[in-house]
């Protein structure tokens, strides 16, 4: 919480800055809000949950960071999650000010869209590395398990990413203003909502790594209580302010698939929601806690992301205000038959996507979506090239500087078609082998043969490892070895052998990464005929020095290495898992570019063509 | 170094309900150097949190505390430089 507002506090002193000397009405109310916000906060870590509490007894080496959490994506993943909750106030406070002095033009939302844009971010930045932490660290192969938590920040993140395309039609439109208030509003409470579920642990999740007290709970129940009554009766009550001030002139039209996108994106955060709540919702109802799972979410969440894919392809070819199917045709014509043609080819040369008809639709309009990227960026390069006569890669750089925001959100579209098909592809045709091995044995799987060639064992003062060498071979030939071990991390720092295999574990994962396919493995020991040694060390000379300690733990992990139990391996061939980390970077790319901030605009003297003569002002 | 940190909390929340209470009376009554002067705060409590944050070392704490003073420092000279003009 401490980093909560520590964060809260940078951003608000940033957009306090860029908004100097505008909105002078609005101003006020939303630095009262950040300041109210900021309060809640720091007081909750002034009498509630004291971030400098000291232990009663101080161990020499510390305590140390919980296992689980020794990653490098670890250092991002949670500022830059609290960084996207903490962001998502900025437009929260700035709503809330346009509410309450009825300054309800664009003016706070053009003040405040690059702080949505770089919440939008940064929490899309932190749902990616937690991603990659869980497919790295935790030892079952996937990369995304619809844990409450994970849930909680891609709520906001669907809001955001509805409230960044419905903004732009309340910029050029004056339309959907009572929709883009509530979207910020929206985002700002689920932003409380997301914290609060990672600190409250009132759903099982992966990241209850404390415990609060019922007052720290209630704290957060009451705040968000305050900003959702708030924020419903605000935009009840300037329901006449927030009327559209222009209709919607055509059903075909860019304004339409805006709002068609936002419409599916709200129908992914209530499955989001419906489906992370669950548990609570059942518990009320039926008095009975039970929770869905990862087939639950996909079956709502697949057909609705196609929809997207497919808004995501078409929308940009769309014309503002008005546009007929015969242009529209024409428009996509191209990238259109393209991805049809690229969908038929998949379909006859794969025989895998012959069998999940869903994915291969995927992944057609994935390549919709790209063609019609390029398209969009060939169209605007020929533009240039044909009004300025510049050569293709200035006439590039130069198209993309003048309009950032566009090209930067067509790069977006674009790493998410890319993240997609790794999503797509890895989810649908993943193939999960766990099999005990002994040494020597292999195991046959999409072509790859994986040999458990011999065990390893590791101690240091901190951990015991034991884990495996492995052979691989692919289709035939051979493809090196790789190691996958298991790591216990004492208990309770008691001066036995046992201790050492009682207290956390982690799994440090084999993984041989490419472009088309990941090969992950990892062991599970068994440590049934280890266990009893320690015992009897224990038993046999009681509490020992650190340095017997370390020399027991020794004799167990060389007795492990001598007489090997079979291992139990999971091994996972995913196709396209690397899809899904490049597409996040060309988004993370795409995203810096629409939030670069305008240089000043060029001026150019114009030239009058030869043989014109220059008019008179007033002539 | 513990105490120095809740200390620094201590003195953030003071300061946050500080603004909080003149912004509001700055938007409810109008009155503009009330609203500046909530605003002003923010940066100040920035710094102390950042301070608390950092509190492990020593220097950064100072360098926190300079942060803050230079930061309301150069907040109140702009705002007597524009009351000036």
């Known amino acids: 919480m401490l980093l ?49 509490v000291t232990l009663a007894q101080v161990p020499v080496e510390g305590t140390g960071l919980n296992p689980l959490l020794r990653h490098a994506s670890m250092m991002i993943h949670p500022p830059a999650l609290y960084s996207g909750y903490t962001l998502f106030s900025i437009p929260f406070a700035f709503a809330i000010g346009a ?18 844009l770089a919440a939008w971010l940064a929490l899309g930045i932190g749902i990616l590395l937690g991603a990659r932490w869980s ?16 849930n909680a920040a891609l709520l906001p993140w669907l809001l955001g990413t509805a409230y960044l395309h419905s903004a732009t039609i309340q910029e050029k439109r004056g339309m959907l203003k009572l929709w883009n208030v509530s979207l910020v509003l929206g985002a700002g409470v689920l932003s409380i909502l997301g914290t609060f579920l990672v600190r409250s642990g009132i ?56 709002l068609a996108q936002n419409l599916v994106l709200l129908a992914l955060a209530f499955v989001v929601m419906w489906g992370t709540f669950f548990p609570l919702i059942s518990e009320a109802v039926t008095g009975t806690k039970s929770s869905v799972g990862p087939p639950w979410f996909d079956q709502y969440v697949a057909p609705l992301a196609l929809v997207l894919v497919a808004l995501m392809g078409i929308g940009p070819l769309v014309a503002w205000r008005r546009s007929g199917l015969a242009e529209l045709g024409r428009s996509i014509a191209r990238p259109a038959g393209i991805a049809i043609a690229f969908g038929v080819l998949l379909y006859i040369l794969n025989a895998d996507v012959r069998t999940d008809l869903s994915a291969l639709l995927l992944f057609t309009l994935a390549a919709l979506v790209g063609c019609t990227v390029i398209q969009e960026f060939a169209r605007g390069v020929r533009a240039r090239r044909a009004m300025a006569a510049e050569p293709t890669a ?52 999409r072509g790859y043969t994986v040999t458990y060639k011999q065990p390893t064992a590791s101690v240091n003062a901190e951990r015991v490892s034991l884990g495996a060498e492995l052979l691989v071979t692919h289709n035939g030939k051979p493809d090196g070895t790789f190691d996958t071990s298991k790591s216990w991390y004492p208990a309770n720092q008691t001066p036995t052998v046992g201790d050492a295999f009682a207290g956390e574990t982690e799994t440090d994962v084999g993984l041989r990464a490419g472009p088309l396919r990941d090969l992950w493995a990892a062991v599970e020991p068994d440590t049934s005929t ?28 060389r007795a492990y290495l001598r007489n090997p139990p079979p291992a139990t391996f999971r091994i996972v061939v995913s196709p396209m898992v690397t899809w899904i980390w490049a597409g996040g970077i060309i988004v993370f790319f795409g995203a810096l570019i629409a939030i670069w901030p305008p240089g000043e605009p060029v001026r150019r003297r114009l030239r009058m063509p030869v043989g014109r003569k220059r008019k008179k002002v007033g002539s | 170094m513990a105490t120095v940190g809740r200390s620094l909390l201590f003195i953030a929340f003071s300061v946050s309900l500080w603004g909080l209470i003149t912004t509001v009376a700055g938007a409810v009554t109008g009155r503009k150097d009330l609203a500046d002067s909530g605003r002003r705060s923010m940066p100040v409590l920035m710094a102390l949190l950042v301070g608390s944050f950092l509190q492990g070392s020593r220097g950064l704490v100072i360098a926190g505390g300079v942060v803050a003073a230079l930061g309301s420092a150069s907040e109140y000279l702009v705002h007597l430089g524009a009351e000036g003009c």
């Open chain 1, 203 to 258: 759903l099982s999740s992966i990241h209850a790594f404390v415990e609060p007290g019922a007052t720290l709970r209630w704290t957060f129940v009451a705040l968000i209580v305050i900003e959702l009554v708030a924020s419903v009766w605000l935009v009840i009550s300037r329901r006449e302010q927030l009327k559209t001030e222009h209709r919607l002139d055509a059903i075909i039209s860019r304004e339409s698939f805006f």
């Open chain 1, 99 to 116: 509410l309450v002095t009825r300054r309800l033009g664009a003016d706070w939302l053009l003040a405040t869209r690059r702080f949505a």
């Open chain 1, 394 to 445: 200035k006439a590039l750089a130069q198209l993309v500087r003048r309009n950032r925001r566009r090209y930067g959100g067509y790069v977006v579209h674009f790493g998410f078609a890319v993240l997609l098909c790794g999503i797509a592809a890895s989810s649908s045709f993943q193939r999960v082998t766990e099999v005990p091995l002994k040494v020597g044995q292999s195991i046959h799987t």
């Open chain 1, 4 to 52: 909560w507002a520590v964060l809260l506090s940078i951003w608000s002193t940033l957009a306090l800055r860029v908004v100097r000397g505008r909105l002078a009405e609005v101003v006020p109310v939303a630095t009262a809000v950040l300041f109210a916000l900021a309060a809640v906060f720091v007081g909750m870590t002034v009498f509630l949950a004291n971030p400098f």
């Open chain 1, 530 to 557: 280890i266990l009893p040694i320690a015992e009897r060390l224990d038993k046999k000379f009681g509490d020992l020095t650190p340095i017997a300690r370390a020399v027991g733990i020794a004799a167990v992990a």
């Open chain 1, 135 to 150: 497919y790295l660290e935790l030892g079952w192969g996937g990369y995304w398990a619809w844990d409450a938590v994970e």
